[in-house]
Nanobody, 114 residues
Framework: QAQFVESGGGLVQPGGSLRLSCAAS????????MGWYRQAPGKQRELVAH???????YYADSVKGRFTISRDNAKNTLYLQMSGLKPEDTAAYYC????????WGQGTQVTVSS
């Protein structure tokens, strides 16, 4: 099983930027699609973006044009560059491999507020 450790969250004002990182253990990172998910209080976890092993990205409509997903397969690390942050982006952010049953990490909290 892979394990994921997210970091980089924090409190930011509307319009601000943050860069999230996800360190993955195990041998699967370089050969699977990886994704960023988020879960706001009282809401279901939702997919924000994912990226194939070769680097082809997908974005949810709500973040398209504002967020950029990337990966460094040599470092087993996934990134999410977030800009133009809005209060509705406030959530706990998690990385995971879509379709796999690895345990979820602790997540990293992003709070967008003035």
């Amino acid at each position: 099983q892979a394990q994921f450790v997210e970091s980089g969250g924090g409190l930011v004002q509307p319009g601000g930027s943050l860069r999230l990182s996800c360190a993955a253990s195990g041998s699967i990172f370089g050969i699977v699609t990886m994704g960023w998910y988020r879960q706001a209080p009282g809401k279901q976890r939702e997919l924000v973006a994912h990226i194939t092993p070769r680097g082809s990205p997908y974005y949810a409509d709500s973040v398209k044009g504002r967020f950029t997903i990337s990966r460094d397969n040599a470092k087993n690390t996934l990134y999410l560059q977030m800009s133009g942050l809005k209060p509705e982006d406030t959530a706990a952010y998690y990385c995971h491999a879509p379709g796999r049953v690895d345990p979820w990490g602790q997540g990293t909290q992003v709070t967008v507020s003035s």
